[in-house]
């Protein structure tokens, strides 16, 4: 680990390690956490345990694996490479294929103005607006076409695949959203027309003074329009004005890292997402 990112990384790995403990219950196995959300939401993960002396084991993480499949949950574990590079080896050897995302941190003073960066107006969710509750449908159905159709490149797919997507939220899941937003520990964001409604969306997590920016995603349709650039630094402008001074996130790709570059953010880094392999036939 480069010494110069060590407190960087003691705190990413206190961030991870707190986001979903107000949702979640925790089962450690060996070196391996496992959040289990309480309730209806999205799944969470498993990650190192925080001051683990060595990396989690084969058998750490099929202990896990069968844990997980006996919920219904995914298989999926998360962490940072550089503060445990020896759970690459091991996740591979289990059959997991692990995505190694760029890990970028933010430098506020190469942070641009939103509107530089696309003509199509960003807006953050405000909880006590009567729409609420539509814009975050539409902020999860846009970020539902986005990443079916993953990268950076046009497509097809757009406001009507959007709207076949929107799903009304329960009641309990928009009451979190609700709280969460009110606490300053989530900020959502919609980029949108008159004509065409929302064509990229994003959101931020925050605990105390860290936040990672995640979800952010372009109508395929409308890409190449700087939605992306712009939704993020409307966030990452958000967290800022909130006092947040580390703002960090994880791209899909070298490409999608190069928008975030454009946004000031920095490569510190890499975040390893792992999940079982594909069957091929």
């Not at 995505?99 to 960003?122: G, I, R, W």
């Amino acid at each position: 680990m480069d010494p110069a990112h060590k407190d960087l990384f003691r705190r990413l790995e206190r961030f991870y390690d707190a986001v979903p403990r107000d949702a979640a219950r925790v089962e450690e196995y060996g070196d391996l956490v496992l959040f289990v959300r309480d309730g209806a939401g999205f799944p969470f993960y498993a990650r190192p345990r925080i001051g683990a002396s060595q990396p989690p084991s084969l058998a750490d993480l099929g202990a896990v694996r069968e844990r997980q499949r006996e919920l219904g949950l995914p298989e999926a574990f998360e962490w940072v490479h550089e503060t445990t590079p020896g759970l690459l080896p091991v996740a591979r050897s289990a059959g997991l294929a692990v995505l190694e995302a760029p890990l970028m941190v933010l430098d506020p003073e190469a942070l641009p103005d939103p509107a530089s960066l696309s003509d199509v107006p960003v807006r953050v969710l405000d909880p006590d607006a009567p729409d609420f509750a539509a814009a975050v449908a539409a902020r999860r159905a846009v970020a539902a076409v986005a990443f079916a159709a993953a990268g950076t490149g046009r497509g097809e797919a757009g406001p009507a695949e959007r709207d076949a997507a929107v799903r009304a939220l329960e009641a309990a899941a928009l009451d979190e959203e609700r709280v969460r937003v009110v606490g300053g520990r989530r900020i959502s964001a919609l980029a949108a027309t008159p004509a065409e409604g929302a064509l990229a969306s994003g959101m931020a997590m925050r605990v105390d003074d860290v936040a990672e920016i995640a979800g952010v995603g372009t109508l395929p349709v409308a890409r190449r329009r700087g939605l992306g650039a712009a939704v993020t630094a409307t966030l990452a402008r958000e967290l800022l004005a909130a006092g947040t001074d580390l703002v960090f996130l994880s791209a899909g790709s070298e490409e999608i890292a190069r928008v975030y570059l454009r946004v000031g953010f920095r490569r510190v880094g890499t975040a390893c997402i792992a999940e079982p392999a594909p069957v091929i036939p």
